[in-house]
């Protein structure tokens, strides 16, 4: 069984850059989809970015163009690269993971879930 501890999170002024890394343990991530998802308060968890099993990428309209997930398969971790933050990305960042090469974009569709690392964004 896989387990995922992210970090990288933290407090950044609207424009700037993070840089959340998650680390995988107990199993290789390239057997793994693995998926970033976020959680505003009050609100539902979403999706943000997914590295498949065959290294294709996908992510969520409000993030395109500013965010890049990339696998490091040396040290077993996938990270998420955000540029230009908004206000708006303020959010608890989880990393997720599955073993089914099918798996969709669905938090209830992943059986692996890291702690999560808080981003604040201010204005």
């Known amino acids: 069984q896989v387990q995922l501890v992210e970090s990288g999170g933290g407090l950044v002024q609207a424009g700037g850059s993070l840089r959340l890394s998650c680390a995988a343990s107990g199993g290789t991530f390239s057997s793994y989809t693995i998926a970033w998802f976020r959680q505003a308060p009050g609100k539902e968890r979403e999706f943000v970015a997914r590295l498949s099993r065959g290294g294709y990428t996908s992510y969520a309209d409000s993030v395109k163009g500013r965010f890049t997930i990339s696998g490091d398969n040396a040290k077993n971790t996938v990270h998420l690269q955000i540029n230009s933050l908004k206000p708006e990305d303020t959010a608890v960042y989880y990393c997720?993971?599955?073993?089914?090469?099918?798996?969709?974009?669905?938090?209830?569709?992943?059986?692996?879930w890291g702690q999560g690392t808080q981003v604040t964004v201010s204005s």
């Open positions: 997720a993971a599955d073993r089914s090469p099918l798996i969709g974009i669905r938090p209830t569709e992943y059986d692996y």
